[in-house]
């Protein structure tokens, strides 16, 4: 049976993955899912991804770069906070709402892209 959502804190603090592929089977990632992953440097989306929760990719500070799937609709408050090695991420054009502080301190941000 295939995985079909990460819930809330499945990898909390997990200091040990660097890099997360989400299987095409995946259509939510729960909140705070991956907060403090501080050694993820990379995430790929599945295009069956749906939904990103709260703060599901809080505080990396070695993530640089993301590509979100094309499923994805909506974006939850603070998801990507606090990455401040975050310097591009791609979103795709049926994205329908991001929360608020989505990106907050996210200071090396420069490229904002339309998948």
Known sequence: MPVVSIGDSDFRDCTVLTSVV???SVKSIGDWAFL???S???VTFGDGVTHIGEGAFYSYSSLVSVV???GV?????????FCTSLE???IPGNVRSIG????TNCHSLTSVLPR
């Not at 609709?73 to 906070?81: K, P, T, Y």
């Not at 608020?100 to 990106?103: K, P």
Request: glycine share 8%.
């Open 22 to 24: 989400i299987p095409d």
């Open 36 to 38: 403090r992953c501080t």
């Open 40 to 42: 993820l440097t990379s």
């Open 68 to 70: 979100i799937g094309k």
């Open 73 to 81: 609709e909506s974006i939850d408050e603070e998801a990507f906070g």
């Open 88 to 90: 591009s991420i791609t």
């Open 100 to 103: 608020e502080y989505v990106f």
